[in-house]
């Protein structure tokens, strides 16, 4: 019989992993004057913004964000596609905030990327068309991997002092 009672042990151990990760809304987010929209997505989800600025980076700092796919035949297409224009950073809080904001993101192809992700919803291009056509993967937002990646982008992107913890109303008057 459903009790509508779920089971629950007597002494339930919650982890509560509380992480920051770093978001770019990309130059053909900012371009096409999406970053409202997109931002928008982490507000409703309760995360918390904790760092934002306006960028324009050179291709030297490109080159340093995007090492890891330094020897892809697409790292040229990607350091000119965030570089051609600025980019909004962001650095976002939240339990699990890494997994979460890559969830709300969608994969990494557009056309893979599932409708009600971020990706889904405002790009719809794949990444064999980009290639054969020698363009970028635009995919409006950068967002860190794993917690290791975040720690060493936010590192990058942001100065300590840039950076801020407050308490939302949420966390001031409800908790
Ligand atoms: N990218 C591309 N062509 C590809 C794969 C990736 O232009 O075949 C671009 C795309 O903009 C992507 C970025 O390179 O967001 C970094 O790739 P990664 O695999 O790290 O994807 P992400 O972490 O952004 O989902
Ligand atoms: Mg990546």
Same mark, same amino acid.
């Given at each position: 019989m459903d009790t509508g009672v779920y089971p629950r042990k007597k002494e339930i151990k919650v982890i509560i992993m509380i992480e920051r990760t770093l978001v770019l809304i990309k130059s053909d987010g900012v371009l096409r004057g999406i970053v409202g929209e997109v931002i928008r997505r982490f507000e409703n989800a309760g995360? +918390?913004?904790v760092g934002m600025k306006m960028v324009w980076v050179n291709k030297k700092f490109a080159e340093e964000h995007y090492k890891i796919h330094? +020897? +892809?035949?697409?790292f040229k297409t990607l350091v000119n596609y965030i570089t051609e224009g600025p980019v909004v950073a962001t650095v976002i809080e939240g339990v699990h905030a890494v997994d979460n904001v890559r969830k709300i993101v969608g994969s990494t192809s557009p056309s893979d990327a599932a409708p009600g992700t971020i990706r889904g919803d405002y790009s719809h291009m794949s990444m064999a068309h980009a290639d054969k056509n020698k363009k970028a993967g635009k995919n409006i937002i950068h967002a860190s991997d794993k917690s290791q990646t975040a720690k060493k982008e936010i590192a990058l992107w942001f100065d300590k002092k840039e950076l801020h913890t407050y308490k939302t109303v949420h966390e001031k008057h409800v908790f």
């Open positions: 995360m +918390k913004i330094s +020897k +892809k035949q697409f």
